[in-house]
């Protein structure tokens, strides 16, 4: 639940470590796009009250 004043943060990343194992020769990129034209955003599903 997130109350008025709360932040959330969002972390990229291109493991997934423990569940498996680093590949050493592969190289992940990722491109994250924000302000001006390129606007990011975050969508988080809203629950009914109750």
């Known amino acids: 639940m997130f ?3 709360h932040r959330v943060r969002l972390e990229v990343a291109a493991g997934n470590t423990p569940r498996f ?3 050493p020769r592969v190289v992940a990129r ?3 796009h924000h302000g ?3 606007p990011s955003h975050l969508l988080l599903p809203r629950l009914a009250d109750g």
């Open 36 to 38: 001006g034209a390129h």
């Open 21 to 23: 194992d680093v590949h």
């Open 3 to 5: 109350r008025t004043g």
């Open 30 to 32: 990722h491109t994250v």
